[in-house]
């Protein structure tokens, strides 16, 4: 459907289409407020597809370990696959240099105040960032359990980290960022025995009681324990998406971004 | 979470409107947002007096229809009205649901001044 002839309007919501007012005249238009974002979405996601890269956008809290965790991700597999990491900061260059020292190749974007990642703030990176020859790309959101998660940024995967030095109430408090991931990884799992507050089944309780059936892992990256499900899990979704563009398909993450044409499935 | 910049997307977008039908203003705004959109109603009305001022839109009416939480159970068929963080079949109680309303942040319709 596109958003300029008015194929958009079903029979569902033509009643919210036009309202005649005296003196005026009602246009139409029905179209998501961050159409423009979307569409420089699809556009990256184009360009990452052209070049045969998994991108995988990573959101949480401040603090959370996704630096860490993705020296570790580099650690184990920068010897079978190609990794790149695009970084969201609002000040700082310290997580790209963290990554560098780890031998791939990373650019930090400094947002300023932004408290999110938008797909333009992506795509300017993308002219500074050869994506030949990668075969994953991680993108690391701002720290921030709000925002990140209503912006596409072309990504063909969510994961979501939640620290269980958090609540593991966070799913419940943060229901759009949690609906919007494809697995949620429990991190920082050596410090549970220390933390009798956090029960990590509950925590998996709140992402299915947002009709979430994405994998909840549970992970340390300081002493190992657990990352080989995470592992498989990137190989896996790596492989899929092999699949899917030797078929001439894509995918994008499972929860729409906010606000696209409602029955709308994802392929 | 950062409603000033969607009212500036949302008013770019009205303007183009505008523009398209040689409007020589516009009466009134209406938008569709679901509580899934990420979106707090009441800050994007704060935010749009400041984000239209000296635009076609100055002094338009934003006009928000708040879209309910419908799911529909995959398992049961039933469709039910939800909570943000409980998207549950009210039915059945699975949570293989799947969203029917409640994420949108749309633009609807504008009134414009011909």
């Given at each position: 459907?596109?958003?300029?002839?008015?194929?958009n309007?079903?029979p569902?919501?033509?009643?919210?289409?036009?309202?005649?007012?005296?003196?005026?005249?009602?246009?139409?238009?029905?179209?998501?407020?961050?159409?423009?974002?979307?569409?420089?979405?699809?556009?990256?996601?184009?360009h990452?597809?052209?070049?045969?890269?998994?991108?995988?956008?990573?959101?949480?809290a401040?603090?959370?370990?996704?630096?860490?965790?993705?020296?570790?991700?580099i650690?184990?597999?920068?010897?079978?696959?190609?990794?790149?990491v695009?970084?969201?900061?609002?000040?700082?260059?310290?997580?790209?240099?963290?990554?560098?020292?780890?031998?791939v190749?990373?650019h930090?974007i400094?947002?300023?105040?932004?408290c999110?990642?938008?797909?333009?703030?992506?795509?300017?990176?993308?002219?500074h960032?050869?994506?030949?020859?990668?075969d994953?790309?991680?993108?690391?959101?701002v720290g921030?359990?709000?925002?990140?998660?209503?912006?596409?940024?072309g990504q063909?995967r969510?994961?979501?980290?939640?620290?269980?030095?958090e609540?593991?109430?966070?799913?419940?408090k943060?229901?759009?960022?949690f609906?919007a991931?494809?697995?949620?990884?429990?991190t920082k799992?050596?410090?549970?025995?220390?933390?009798?507050?956090?029960?990590?089944a509950?925590?998996?309780?709140?992402?299915?009681n947002?009709?979430n059936?994405?994998?909840?892992?549970?992970?340390?990256?300081?002493?190992?324990?657990?990352?080989?499900?995470?592992?498989?899990?990137?190989?896996?979704?790596r492989?899929?998406?092999?699949?899917?563009?030797?078929?001439?398909?894509?995918?994008?993450?499972?929860?729409r971004p906010?606000?696209?044409?409602?029955?709308?499935?994802?392929a | 979470?950062?409603?000033?910049?969607?009212c500036?997307?949302?008013?770019?977008?009205?303007?183009?409107?505008?523009?398209?039908?040689?409007?020589?203003?516009?009466?009134?705004?209406?938008?569709?947002?679901?509580?899934?959109?990420?979106v707090?109603?009441?800050?994007?009305?704060?935010?749009?007096p400041?984000?239209?001022?000296?635009?076609l839109a100055?002094?338009?009416?934003l006009?928000?229809?708040?879209a309910?939480?419908?799911v529909?159970?995959?398992?049961c068929?039933?469709e039910?009205?939800?909570q943000?963080?409980?998207?549950?079949?009210?039915?059945?109680?699975?949570?293989h649901?799947?969203?029917?309303?409640?994420?949108?942040?749309?633009?609807?319709?504008?009134?414009?001044?011909?």
């Open positions: 459907m596109c958003n300029t002839c008015g194929c309007i079903t569902g919501n033509r009643k919210h289409a036009y309202t005649p007012v005296a003196g005026t005249t009602a246009v139409s238009v029905l179209q998501n407020l961050l159409a423009k974002n979307d569409d420089q979405a699809a556009h990256n996601r184009a990452f597809d052209q070049h045969g890269v998994l991108t995988i956008n990573l959101m949480s401040p603090g959370s370990g996704k630096t860490t965790l993705l020296e570790a991700t650690e184990t597999l920068k010897d079978a696959f190609r990794i790149g695009i970084e969201g900061d609002l000040a700082t260059e310290n997580d790209a240099a963290r990554i560098r020292a780890k031998g190749p990373a930090q400094t947002t300023g105040s932004a999110h990642l938008d797909a333009h703030m992506v795509h300017e990176a993308l002219h960032f050869p994506l030949e020859g990668l994953f790309l991680f993108i690391e959101n921030n359990l709000v925002c990140p998660a209503s912006f596409d940024l063909h969510n994961v979501t980290l939640l620290s269980v030095t609540g593991d109430d966070k799913p419940a943060y229901p759009v960022m609906r991931a494809d697995c949620v990884l429990l799992c050596d410090l549970l025995p220390l933390l009798e507050d956090f029960d990590p509950r925590a998996e309780g709140y992402v299915r947002l009709a059936d994405a994998p909840v892992l549970r992970l340390s990256a300081r002493n190992g324990q657990g990352l080989n499900a995470w592992f498989d899990w990137l190989r896996q979704t492989a899929q998406q092999q699949a899917r563009l030797a078929a001439g398909g894509t995918t994008r993450p499972k929860a906010e606000g696209a044409p409602l029955n709308e499935t994802p | 979470m950062h409603e000033l910049s969607v500036q997307a949302l008013l770019a977008q009205v303007a183009a409107v505008a523009r398209a039908h040689d409007a020589q203003g516009v009466r009134a705004v209406r938008l569709r947002v679901g509580p899934l959109s990420g707090e109603v009441s800050l994007l009305k704060q935010a749009y400041v984000a239209s001022a000296g635009t100055e002094s338009s009416e006009l928000i229809e708040l309910p939480i419908r529909k159970c995959e398992t068929g039933a039910s009205e939800a943000p963080n409980r998207l549950l079949c009210a039915r059945c109680g699975d949570d649901t799947r969203l029917m309303s409640g994420d949108e942040l749309m633009l609807m319709s504008v009134e414009l001044v011909i």
